[in-house]
């Protein structure tokens, strides 16, 4: 449990780094981010090292993998549409939100987020935090205690946005590993695309 608490404080401190306005000019945020989720994927294997065994790779569930992503976004899309009629501030909150890849190639973002930073979340906060979480506490406690977790790690940012899509994603895709461990490959696949998709393909 000191192991998952350490990785746990860790996320905590790296994305109030990266998000909080006060440190956020200081560090370059899509590098940071890269390191941070493959420092934290790192971490996953080192201190539980069953995660993979639940990866089965198969046309069944790059399917769901697609779908997920696609279902997820039009949740956002709805969500974006909803906030912005309730909240007045909700606009330019996901303003700041997109802002945060102006200057860089949509290539190399797209990469990122393909390759490493979608893929290292999942493994990270399903595969381990997640998973050490529902072996202790039980599925349903693990579930909704790496949910609150995964958006509390976004509160130093002091975007209400962030942390309601952190907490909506992480709800949906935490949902998913309860029910479907066995689609564990799916749901990081779903991850990596709906992050490509919301930031660069079809941003909301």
Known sequence: MRKLLFTLVLA?????????????PYVDFWWMMTASALTLCVLSSVFNRGWWKQMRWSWSNVAW??????????????????????????RSQVSAIYGMKEGWSPWLLSVLM???IGPAEEIFWRGYVQRSLSLRWGPDAGFIVS????????????????????????AVWGLLYRLFPHRFSAIILSHALWDVAVFVVFPI
């Open 12 to 24: 905590a401190v790296l994305w109030t780094v990266m998000f909080c306005p006060v440190t956020a």
């Open 65 to 90: 993998g697609i779908t997920i992503a696609v279902v997820l976004w039009v949740i956002f899309w709805v969500g974006d549409k909803v906030a912005a009629w309730l909240f007045s501030f909700a």
């Open 114 to 116: 393909l390759v490493l």
């Open 147 to 170: 949910t609150l977790c995964y958006a509390l790690v976004h509160v130093g940012s002091l975007n209400f946005m962030l942390v309601m899509a952190a907490l909506t994603a992480g």
